[in-house]
């Protein structure tokens, strides 16, 4: 009995110890965290000083207060705003020589500032690219850092001088003038000036919002004046989804003393569920739902996309304007031609709005809204644009370089509405140059009335190299519902020709992807009555995907990489269906894989691992008890040693 105390004593201790042990190492590990934590910070923080300190002598060294002749130095930017080449849209300015002038005025005005020279601005950015260890010396790469500084100025001047106009847009096209595509887009509505729709620059108070090239402009929004919080009660009780108290609130907060305050509370009631308060907004807002701030997100848009018809009817009666563009330059309604939303794209026709989504829009993009529509499927919406005037191809087709009515088509393709196919069609609309291209996207379209339609065209197939990717587009619409439709579509391309004979020299066939991908898992199987019908249309999917590929001449043993056949992967998956089939088509149950396994081997120990579902799911056990009967074992294997 003393030994055993003793012995207890001495275990008592060795488990303090290593207790003790283990929590020093505890604190010893989260000491040594916050140690690295804390060095790193300070060694990031002694980098950010070691970095700003070179570009503050940088821009010592390259500023000059005494910059020359500024007529000399106006003329200089001048020509340099000249060569940029801009595109002006709803000009004021008649031409880019006047604008080019007041953003020569701003740009020498900064100069003599800053004491700094574009040319010497350049130099500067050059000079620190070059001693930046991520440059790895590349003149060339810091020549283009140098550029897109210099280019940062310019478009900073000229964004300055867009506030001397009411409204103007300007491009940096690429390429040519008349290009639709643009390294950027500068836009002045209200007081402000927007840079591919996101704010800028503020007029009044000649800010902007960031400046990412040091040394030439340096006035900068603050956070606090560019992301402004609303800290009211009628923000805290709207957020906290108490809009009773919320609505009470509103005759205590005044309207238009903060107007991006105003327009951020319309947009926030402009979404479900609490726009059926949006009407009390409007009142309070004395019916004003158009705003000059937030340019881009307007009450309407957000409406549109996130609430119900009634609130989008509430904003049209106020007014709304209904060529107001969205951040992406569009229209609204483009938004709700691709919601599909048709009582309201009727309700925008109604007041006003143009169905070729060209009037007010900045995208310059012709047909949005139709392409909007074909793309979504949303043939009813589709309809009612064309029956309002819009167009399949522009009038004045030099205004839209770019257009190509095949574009329309292709949209239309993956929409996959078989009616919006035809009418294009009827009228002289042409498919996409290759065939691959058309039955990809139709197939991307998962409608099989669409897809008989092409038959029926007797639109041609693609390359037979090509047929595999078609398989495979197909293939991967096996969730759930779509497998019922995948099944159907490949139903339709193998009876009009879709051939996978070019399979035979691949290491996996369809038939080896079809029995892994497609057909269905049984330990997720739901045993549920609309299930059933999904669950048949993947085996009957992998049962054609198998006969295809036989059909075609590939070789019914044919291994993949881990030199397995589609008999041993039918057998692994428990699918005694395509066991059946493999075997009445010729498969060899005696050839063994890579692991020296044959099917049969892989039916058991496959079963034999998945014991542990045995009790939830019956039927798993039993179909591999048929799978092994149908490979000629005793299914009382399956009990035999079963793995844990």
Known sequence: MKFLKQFVAILAGVIKFIWNAIWFVVVLAVLSVYAYSWWLHRDYEQQVAAEQAEVDAGIKEFSDKKIGDVTELQNDYRARCLNLELAIHDQEANDTQSLCEKAA??????????????????????????????????????????????????????????????????????????????????????????????????????????????????????DEEQYPEYDSQLWRDSYQEDYVAAMSELKN????????????????????????????????????????????????????????????????????????????????????????????????????????????????????????????????VFKALTQAGALLEPIQPEQYPNWDSKVLMSAALQGGDANIVRFLKSQSILMPDKPERVWRYALEGRNPELIQYLIDLKQPLPVADEHYDLYSIIAKQHDNEAAIVADRLFKQLLSYGLNLAGESGKPSSAGHHAIVYVAPNNILEQKTAAYAEVYQSKLRFAARAVDAVLNAGVDIDHVNKKGNTMLMLAARRSHPELVKLLLARGADPKVRNAEGLTALDIAVKEGRRLTKFWKRKAHLKQRYAETISQLGGDPAELDAQAES
């Open 253 to 380: 907060t005044p309207f238009g003393e903060n107007p991006d305050h105003d327009v951020e509370l319309m947009n926030y009631y402009a979404s479900s569920p609490q726009s059926i308060h949006l009407p009390k907004l409007i009142k309070w807002a004395e019916g004003q739902v158009n705003f000059d701030v937030q340019y881009y997100q307007q009450p309407l848009h957000v409406a549109i996309q996130y609430a119900d018809d009634d609130a989008v009817f509430h904003l049209l009666n106020a007014g709304a304007d209904v060529s107001r563009p969205t951040s992406s330059g569009d229209m609204p309604i483009s938004l709700a031609a691709q919601e599909g939303k048709l009582n309201i794209v009727k309700a925008l026709l109604e007041k006003g709005a143009d169905p070729n989504g060209v009037v007010g829009a900045e995208s310059a993009y012709f047909a949005n809204p139709l392409l909007a529509a074909a793309y979504g499927g949303h043939g009813s």
């Open 105 to 222: 005025e701003r740009l020498s005005v900064q100069s003599q500032s800053t004491g700094m020279t574009l040319a010497n601005f350049e130099r500067l950015h050059i000079k620190l690219c070059r001693s930046n260890s991520d440059s790895d010396d590349d003149p060339q790469w810091c020549a283009e850092e140098g550029a897109a500084a210099l280019q940062e100025a310019m478009r900073y001047g000229l964004t300055a001088a867009l506030c001397d106009y009411e409204q103007l847009r300007v491009r940096k096209p690429y390429g040519a003038r008349e290009s639709l595509e643009y390294d950027w887009q500068l836009t002045k509505h209200g007081k402000r000036v927007y840079n591919n729709a996101s704010l800028l620059f503020d007029c009044e108070t000649g800010k902007y919002s960031e400046v990412g090239y040091a040394g030439f402009y340096d006035s900068i929004m603050t």
